[in-house]
């Protein structure tokens, strides 16, 4: 007779697991292969695509124009993190006066953003202004059926952008034909980068504050991977191991560690997280990244300085309300024996925060002050990644004004 079932055991429901990710390189120097990676997606010409200090930096862009060879057709360095829909115009203009067939966005994921935005316009024929309307009437740009560009990314940060059929956009009437300022979400199957090429050696160029303040949203994505109420053995398994790599890495690299380990730790374990988490039936994404896009879409806050301030703060009226699969990310970052597995979970995730430097209070950063809260909990609550939250949780606002408050 088997024992009584263990508290993993609902794992064995019956669960329908639909995703189509990237082709995956990983590895020391792997920036070598784009060029291998291009022939294999039937590519001959490439628009990179970056942000003017990458473009800048030849401890990326040297090993990234070698690996592409003569299928680089030319380098768009013109992304910003406000993701412009007149930028991703900016870079269709440099897409068809490169003749290019394919897109590398090169760095965090502001450039990946616009590279997809890019390829959607590549292969729409609709006017500028009736893609701005678009926006601005219904907040997303429509995908096509077909026709779009693939696009490689080469990551440079941890935020986890990677894996991903999603992009943001914002328009403002200075930067695109529109009449008034909007942001919003594209999303298709159809978005998902057609390879990533995870190459630790460039990661490592990255300064460490850039480096620091994308951290946060990466290694929240492998946290809230493992409580989504859509969760699977298959994400439990590389959210896990995502998270105790990250975990270990960042915790090194806080306190100034510069070994190559370190680095491909934070590499892999942000390639893990991601895996799985952004799915044609939804994503992993939940609570702590609702209170990031509350925060970030009307403030000036930085995501990942968001997710440092907020994250322990809602894993502790999370794990007040339910279990939130406490033991098992417990185990995943590290502090599997302690006696209280929630109380651990909170200290370790605020202490991988601590040890980056970034900010702990929200009064201390670009964010609201204490009379927005109401607003900011009401955006939080209507937040799409709210549908994912733990079965049983039924936030209220007052509960995520309560959350703000324990922040400030």
Request: hydrophobic letters at 45%; glycine letters at 10%.
């Amino acid at each position: 007779m088997l024992g009584d079932a263990p508290a993993s055991a609902d794992l064995a429901a019956p669960f329908r697991f639909d995703y189509d990710p990237a082709v995956l390189r990983y590895g020391p120097g792997s920036a070598a292969s784009l060029g291998e990676e291009l022939a294999a997606h039937d590519c001959d010409r490439a628009l990179v695509v970056c942000g003017s200090t990458v473009g800048e930096t030849a401890a990326v862009m040297d090993p990234i124009r070698d690996g592409l060879g003569d299928r680089l057709a030319s380098v768009f360095a013109e992304t910003t993190p406000e993701k412009r829909l007149g930028t991703a115009s900016d870079g269709l203009d440099a897409y068809r006066a490169a003749d290019a067939d394919c897109l590398v966005a090169v760095g965090g994921g502001s450039s990946l953003d616009v590279a997809k935005i890019v390829s959607v316009l590549a292969a729409t024929d609709r006017d500028p202004h009736a893609v701005g309307r678009a926006l601005v009437d219904t907040g997303t740009i429509p995908v096509p059926d077909a026709g779009l560009p693939p696009v490689v990314a080469v990551p440079t940060t941890l935020a986890g952008a990677d894996l991903s059929s999603v992009a943001g956009v914002t328009a403002a009437p200075d930067t695109c034909p529109v009449d008034e300022p909007a942001s919003g979400g594209v999303g298709d199957p159809d978005l998902m980068p057609a390879a990533v090429c995870y190459d630790p050696e460039l990661v490592a160029t990255t300064p460490r504050a850039v480096l620091a303040a994308s951290a946060m949203n990466g290694f929240d994505k492998g946290v809230e991977t493992l409580y989504a109420a859509n969760a699977t053995p298959i994400t439990d398994a590389t959210a896990s191991r995502g998270l105790e790599l990250l975990t270990e890495g960042l915790l090194a690299y806080g306190d100034g560690t510069e070994e190559p380990w370190v680095y491909r730790a934070l590499t892999q374990g942000v390639m893990l997280v991601q895996y799985g988490i952004s799915r044609a039936d939804g994503t992993t994404l939940s609570l702590i990244h609702a209170f990031g896009h509350g925060l970030t879409r009307t403030y000036e806050v930085q995501q990942g300085a968001a997710h440092a301030v907020v994250a322990p703060h809602a894993l502790s009226y999370l794990f007040g309300r339910v279990d939130g699969r406490r033991a098992l990310l417990a185990d995943a970052l590290g502090v599997g024996d302690a006696d209280d597995p929630a109380a651990a979970v909170v200290d370790r995730v605020a202490a991988v925060a601590t040890a980056l430097s970034l900010p702990t209070r929200l009064r201390d950063v670009d964010g609201p002050d204490r009379e927005a809260f109401p607003a900011v909990a009401d955006a939080v609550l209507a937040d799409s990644f709210m549908a994912n939250a733990p079965p049983g949780l039924d936030p209220t606002t007052d509960d995520l004004e309560g959350v703000l408050r324990s922040a400030w």
